[in-house]
């Protein structure tokens, strides 16, 4: 298996203008979260679905952020419009669906850089 | 508000010696933790983790302890070397409230030759 796959590995855009990150999780795993890196807050939780339903949202930062999941094999973290702020890695990651979500072991992406302007 | 914090944003040890990273965190109904490594330009990895019925737990050179009362884990590497240079994340999860992994800001661990 090639692991999660993230595309783009890096984006510089200008803020307004909209952020498409996407994510091809691990074949057969139910989980898949979208992370967010900072130097200040770490490794933020942002969302995460179950078989393709979205389970929490509540770390979205605002309304300018939203996730799809279209079916098992893809999901999209899109922001509209984008802000300086919102520059960091995203990391998407997944994990099996047997046992504890909280426990399971998270295989993550190599995560997309993103710049705001 | 961080539930989780690793105090320490960066950490220098010689090769051969114990690397000691540690982890707060402020949520009781904690009941699982884990450390991811990361190294630059890659997602973290699965390093070791520890359920609360436990206080260690051993994998090779790497060891995480647990006090619950004091609320802080561990990780110690022994013997250290170069390759375990990289950031070390620690993370929790409460299974009766989301059982969603938080996670802490992360210790950059570098070791020195």
């Known amino acids: 298996d090639a692991g999660v796959i993230q595309s783009p590995r890096h984006e510089v855009t200008e803020m307004g203008q909209e952020v498409t990150l996407r994510c091809k999780p691990i074949?057969?795993?139910?989980?898949l979260f979208w992370y967010r890196q900072t130097m200040m807050r770490g490794l933020e939780l942002l969302i995460y679905?179950?078989?393709?339903?979205?389970?929490?949202d509540s770390g979205m930062p605002e309304d300018r952020f939203s996730a799809k999941m279209p079916n098992a094999s893809f999901s999209t973290l899109k922001i509209q419009p984008s802000e300086p702020r919102d520059s960091a890695v995203y990391f998407c990651?997944?994990?099996?669906?047997?046992?504890?979500?909280?426990?399971?072991?998270?295989?993550f992406g190599a995560g997309s850089r993103l710049t705001v302007l | 508000d961080q539930q989780v914090k690793q105090n320490s944003p960066s950490l220098s040890v010689q090769e051969g010696r114990i690397s000691i990273l540690n982890c707060d965190y402020t949520?009781?109904?904690?009941?699982?933790f884990l450390w991811y490594k990361k190294y630059p330009a890659e997602g973290p990895t699965f390093l070791i983790s520890?359920?609360?019925?436990?206080d260690k737990n051993e994998d090779g050179r790497f060891t995480v302890f647990l006090n619950k009362s004091a609320k802080h884990l561990s990780l110690h590497i022994v013997p250290s070397q170069p390759g375990d240079s990289a950031v070390y994340f620690c993370?929790?999860?409460?299974?009766?409230?989301?059982?969603?992994?938080?996670f802490g800001t992360g210790t950059r661990l570098a070791v020195r030759p």
């Open positions: 679905f179950n078989n393709n339903v979205p389970i929490d």
């Open positions: 949520n009781s109904m904690f009941d699982y």
């Open positions: 074949s057969g795993h139910d989980y």
């Open positions: 520890i359920s609360s019925i436990k």
């Open positions: 993370a929790a999860s409460a299974e009766s409230s989301g059982d969603k992994l938080t």
């Open positions: 990651a997944s994990s099996p669906g047997t046992g504890r979500p909280g426990a399971n072991v998270l295989t």
